[in-house]
């Protein structure tokens, strides 16, 4: 049934909320925009004057959809060169959806959307759904169809797993500009003495390449490790210009509301770097350097004003 402009435009409004939802359950942003029209193509195929609640049909066929992209998503990635991590959105892109609460805030923290990997489709669809969107549970197990009581023990589940040993810190935009200026100032002294003291002690790094930008499969762990790692990182060189096309300029900026750093030649972003930070220090340092997780940030990297500058160049 053809759909008339109403139809479409009671889609497009509901769009933002399904790429948010789409997002936090693929942790990849190109992914979550391939549901999201996989979704529409459905709704233009429906017969849409028999849907009582719209919103509701939406989120069920894009929630179902997600969970079987990532199941196979899950085979992919034990093929998947090196270590695979979340694609990071900058602050400001619509994608990473609701901001209004702490819990909606963590739910797309980068942190959160790596320990996300760890849970089960169905896990990770209700904590999503609950977490981030509020949805109550009646609803999410119409969503998923399953029972009430199924939803809420999976709900739990989910929360002990992302919540356990995790102590989580909520930074506002202007603290975590400063952990990336400190960051940036200790990492380009040449030394690794003033890196390890902004570092807990059982900090870890570890990066993501694709294959196709080199990056350490196993983590660096410890502070001393991870130091002298990142001292080698941004000391700069002809070899580091010549792999990016170009000179390097790092940015202090927010990806998933957390402190970032922004690697940028030409206006093409070519990494990102978040940090977890903690009151005790940094003790977690996630890039993202492939390519293709790089696109959307490098569009909305060049749709926004950058007045500051960068902070140094390599």
Same mark, same amino acid.
């Given at each position: 049934?053809?759909?008339?402009?109403?139809?479409?435009?009671? &889609?497009?409004?509901?769009?933002?909320?399904?790429?948010?939802?789409? *997002?936090?359950?693929?942790?990849?942003?190109?992914?979550?925009?391939?549901?999201?029209?996989?979704? $529409?193509?459905?709704?233009?195929?429906?017969?849409?004057?028999?849907?009582?609640?719209?919103? #509701?049909?939406?989120?069920?066929?894009?929630?179902?959809?997600?969970?079987?992209?990532?199941?196979?998503?899950? +085979? @992919?990635?034990?093929?998947?060169?090196?270590?695979?991590?979340?694609?990071?959105?900058?602050?400001?892109?619509?994608?990473?959806?609701?901001?209004?609460?702490?819990?909606?805030?963590?739910?797309?923290?980068?942190?959160?959307?790596?320990?996300?990997?760890?849970?089960?489709?169905?896990?990770?669809?209700?904590?999503?759904?609950?977490?981030? $969107?509020? *949805?109550?549970?009646?609803? %999410?197990?119409?969503?998923?169809?399953?029972?009430?009581?199924?939803?809420?023990?999976?709900?739990?589940?989910?929360?002990?797993? %992302?919540?356990?040993?995790?102590?989580?810190?909520?930074?506002?935009?202007?603290? #975590?500009?400063?952990?990336?200026?400190?960051?940036? +100032? !200790?990492?380009?002294?040449?030394?690794?003495?003033?890196?390890?003291?902004?570092?807990?002690?059982?900090? $870890?790094?570890?990066?993501?390449?694709?294959?196709?930008?080199?990056?350490?499969?196993?983590?660096?762990?410890?502070?001393?490790?991870?130091?002298? &790692?990142?001292?080698?990182?941004?000391?700069?060189?002809?070899?580091?210009?010549?792999?990016?096309?170009?000179?390097?300029?790092?940015?202090?900026?927010?990806?998933?509301?957390?402190?970032?750093?922004?690697? =940028?030649?030409?206006?093409?972003?070519?990494?990102? %770097?978040?940090?977890? !930070?903690?009151?005790?220090?940094?003790?977690?340092?996630?890039?993202? #350097?492939?390519?293709?997780?790089? =696109? @959307?940030?490098?569009?909305?990297?060049?749709?926004?004003?950058?007045?500051?500058?960068?902070?140094?160049?390599?």
């Amino acid at each position: 049934m053809a759909l008339i402009t109403s139809d479409v435009d009671r &889609f497009q409004a509901a769009r933002p909320r399904l790429e948010a939802i789409a *997002y936090r359950l693929l942790g990849s942003a190109s992914e979550a925009e391939d549901a999201v029209q996989e979704t $529409f193509l459905r709704w233009q195929a429906a017969d849409v004057r028999r849907i009582e609640v719209p919103e #509701a049909w939406l989120t069920k066929v894009l929630t179902n959809w997600c969970l079987n992209m990532l199941t196979s998503a899950r +085979a @992919r990635r034990e093929t998947y060169v090196g270590r695979w991590l979340p694609e990071p959105l900058l602050t400001g892109d619509p994608m990473l959806g609701p901001a209004d609460t702490a819990e909606q805030r963590e739910s797309v923290s980068y942190a959160v959307l790596v320990l996300l990997e760890r849970l089960s489709p169905n896990e990770r669809a209700v904590y999503v759904l609950r977490e981030a $969107f509020d *949805y109550p549970h009646r609803e %999410i197990a119409e969503v998923l169809e399953i029972s009430e009581a199924a939803s809420q023990q999976l709900y739990h589940r989910a929360k002990k797993h %992302i919540t356990d040993g995790r102590a989580h810190t909520e930074i506002d935009e202007a603290a #975590a500009r400063r952990i990336v200026e400190e960051f940036l +100032a !200790a990492a380009t002294t040449g030394r690794t003495e003033p890196l390890v003291r902004l570092l807990t002690q059982d900090a $870890f790094a570890v990066g993501d390449g694709g294959g196709k930008v080199p990056a350490r499969t196993k983590a660096f762990e410890g502070a001393l490790a991870v130091a002298t &790692f990142m001292r080698g990182l941004f000391k700069p060189g002809a070899a580091k210009r010549a792999h990016v096309g170009g000179t390097p300029e790092i940015y202090a900026t927010t990806a998933n509301g957390g402190p970032a750093v922004v690697a =940028v030649v030409e206006g093409r972003v070519v990494g990102i %770097i978040c940090l977890e !930070a903690t009151a005790e220090g940094i003790v977690a340092i996630r890039s993202q #350097a492939n390519p293709d997780k790089l =696109v @959307r940030a490098t569009e909305q990297w060049s749709a926004a004003d950058h007045p500051e500058g960068p902070l140094h160049t390599l």
